[in-house]
């Protein structure tokens, strides 16, 4: 199987988050995506995010009508940080005959030269779902430069512009303003139900 990774801290998973995912879905050809929910990322240490029990519930939620879409307890399951060397290893350890296709924004290929051992990690994934937003300027040769062999796995993935954060969401639900069709409609009610980002 072709199975993509997408990882994310999904605080709140939003409306967003589902087009990037079945975009790339449908483009790269994957039999499946794999959401990995990323308990405590390096590169947000200082940020304050909610915990991993409420974006879990969350999470599945938004991914319960959805056959393609399923959710990884790999960075749940272990103590972090958790890097994304260590996420693909483990999971091709649990998929050992199938394809592993890393999906990340333009910015993370931007920055995947400083990202912790970032050769390696390009070594392990079969192929780098790179998903671009109209007009995203990236200069993929000074990613080459840094490793020649990223070019053989970089897939572009055109995603239509969404200006779709979880922060603004969570700034909307605290501050009293509209944000329900900024989500599917039982994350909305989940949201509501419990209160969560009051």
């Given at each position: 199987?072709?199975?993509?990774?997408?990882?994310?801290?999904?605080?709140?998973?939003?409306?967003?988050?589902?087009?990037?995912?079945s975009e790339a879905c449908?483009?790269?050809?994957?039999?499946?995506?794999?959401?990995?929910?990323?308990?405590?990322?390096?590169h947000k240490r200082i940020q304050v995010?909610?915990?991993v029990e409420v974006r879990l519930e969350l999470l599945q939620t938004a991914l319960s009508k959805a056959d393609e879409f399923e959710i990884s307890r790999v960075d749940?399951?272990?103590p972090g940080p958790h890097y994304a060397?260590?996420?693909?290893?483990?999971?091709?350890?649990?998929?050992?005959?199938?394809?592993?296709?890393y999906l990340m924004g333009g910015d993370s290929l931007r920055?995947?030269?400083?990202?912790?051992?970032?050769e390696k990690f390009v070594e392990e994934c079969s192929e780098l779902g790179v998903m671009r937003r109209p007009g995203d300027e990236i200069n993929v040769e000074i990613v080459k430069n840094s490793n020649p062999d990223i070019a053989k796995k970089i897939r572009f993935v055109?995603?239509?512009l969404l200006e779709i954060s979880s922060r603004e969401i969570r700034e909307r639900i605290s501050s009293g303003r509209i944000f329900r069709y900024y989500l599917l409609e039982d994350v909305y009610k989940l949201i509501q139900k419990k209160r969560y980002y009051r």
């Open positions: 199987m072709r199975i993509g990774v997408f990882g994310g801290t999904f605080d709140p998973p939003h409306l967003g988050h589902m087009i990037l995912a449908d483009q790269l050809n994957l039999d499946k995506v794999l959401w990995v929910l990323t308990a405590s990322p390096p995010i909610s915990p749940m399951d272990r060397l260590d996420t693909v290893r483990l999971l091709k350890e649990q998929y050992t005959d199938d394809e592993i296709i920055d995947l030269p400083i990202w912790y051992e970032s055109e995603a239509p």
